[in-house]
């Protein structure tokens, strides 16, 4: 013992193996914390990852405080550069043009004097020297009309009224159907909330209905576009590849959560509202629909209900999975030739679609080079995540098997030029609803697209 201190050889054995042991089961535990935590920061990390680029979050997010944004994108095999916002190289501008015939005319002429003193009212015309058309709306006020009906008493005892004019209710006050129609357009159109709706028709026409008389028109309308409703959902049964999306929102004026599902075509868009159950799916997922489905490979679209269709994975949603693993995993080149050869198809399909209408499918020669960097990248990316430990591999584990298993739902769109390769069409149909705020719900509703 050294000033009170004992010294290590001076322990009694059993003593010594004990402390030891309690040093040990000490280490194990920091050991077992330090793996959770960094497994919990691995998680956060990921977390503060997604942005538009690696998953499905809008590109509205890709700002929030903390959220990094999309860096490190593809570029495509071709060699062009990152697809940009705005007009693309090639895509056709937009002027003012100049009419031929204008709806006003107004002339000026010169007046006053000239340098040398005389009027130039008396001066020679050389005729028009310069023209200038600007296009103007004529000032909106909104105007009250007053139809009085007059009654007739016959000879003969009886009284007769005039009839209402069309359009107008049997009520002292009313609005007319101009005003219910802009109130319409604007909020299932540009997905104006009420109050606001009813806020710009203040502005423009200088009368303000009432947020609950807005709010009515939806169901009125909803009533009214019943017919051509069913006439939408009848089409896309008949059509031979339909994208299918689902988003949250809140309706109504408690703001109760419900989904909005949306099955839709280049021409028509049809809308349910429900969650995100079986029971909601089986009703959404048109009964009578037999072609293809395109979809983000959410679990109730693969429903044993539903195996009497094709499908085709929303490209889109892969090659956003694949920047996650190309991200997560920045030395594997699996993810970026799997990407890239997604892209080269999606361009060989585009390619050969704008051809012409006798063309049914990519040519063999142009698809053969992308189909076999596709395969590889995905035999190599499953070689290299089997049997790996950890949250990331299995995810990206899980995606490279569906990409080996279901070939034939992931490049559909490659043998049959009828199917798009995204579901990006639904996506732009539900975007409205996602970036509305306050909107009632407007699950009755059917727009053509």
Not at 138 to 162: F, L
Request: charged share 25%; with cysteine.
């Amino acid at each position: 013992m050294i000033c009170g201190v004992r010294r290590l050889e001076d322990l009694p054995r059993e003593e010594l193996v004990e402390s030891l042991r309690r040093a040990l089961a000490e280490n194990e535990e920091l050991k077992a914390a330090n793996a959770e935590l960094s497994e919990r920061l691995a998680k956060l990390e990921r977390l503060v990852s997604r942005n538009s680029g690696n998953s499905s979050t809008p590109p509205s997010k890709d700002d929030d405080l903390g959220r990094k944004p999309p860096v490190g994108r593809v570029k495509p095999a071709t060699g062009d550069e990152p697809r940009k916002r705005g007009k693309q190289r090639g895509a056709p501008g937009f002027h003012m043009a100049f009419k031929p015939v204008a709806d006003e005319y107004h002339s000026y002429r010169p007046a006053g004097t000239c340098e040398c003193g005389r009027d130039l009212a008396d001066a020679r015309d050389l005729g028009v020297v310069a023209r200038h058309q600007q296009t103007e709306i004529p000032e909106i006020t909104a105007k009250t009309v007053q139809h009085d009906r007059h009654a007739a008493y016959c000879a003969c005892g009886r009284t007769h009224t005039a009839p209402l004019p069309e359009g107008v209710p049997d009520t002292p006050t009313s609005f007319g159907p101009n005003l219910v129609t802009w109130c319409v357009y604007l909020m299932v159109v540009h997905s104006i909330p009420v109050e606001r709706c009813a806020d710009i028709l203040e502005s423009l026409t200088g009368t303000r209905p009432s947020d609950g008389f807005v709010h009515h028109l939806l169901y009125r309308a909803a009533a009214a576009v019943k017919q051509a409703n069913r006439t939408i959902y009848t089409l896309l049964t008949l059509a031979h590849a339909v994208s299918v999306d689902e988003t949250p929102l809140r309706v109504g004026p408690k703001k109760v959560k419900k989904y909005l599902l949306v099955a839709c075509t280049e021409l028509y868009t049809w809308f349910m509202l429900g969650d995100r159950s079986l029971t909601t799916f089986r009703k959404f997922i048109l009964p009578d629909l037999t072609g293809v489905i395109v979809h983000d490979r959410y679990c109730n679209y693969d429903n044993v209900d539903f195996a009497h269709l094709a499908h085709q994975l929303c490209a889109q949603h892969l090659i956003r999975d694949l920047e996650d693993a190309a991200e997560c995993s920045p030395t594997a080149t699996w993810p970026v030739q799997i990407q890239r050869a997604l892209k080269d198809l999606i361009h060989a399909a585009n390619t050969a679609r704008a051809a012409g209408p006798e063309a049914t499918s990519v040519p063999a020669a142009l698809a053969a080079p992308a189909l076999r960097a596709f395969n590889q990248g995905v035999l190599v990316g499953l070689k290299e995540l089997a049997g790996k430990p950890g949250d990331r591999p299995a995810d990206f584990l899980a995606l490279l098997t569906v990409l080996h298993t279901r070939p034939g739902d992931v490049l559909r769109f490659v043998t049959d030029l009828r199917v798009p390769p995204t579901s990006n069409q639904a996506e732009r149909d539900l975007r409205p609803a996602k970036i509305s705020v306050n909107r009632p719900g407007v699950g009755g509703l059917a727009l053509v697209g």
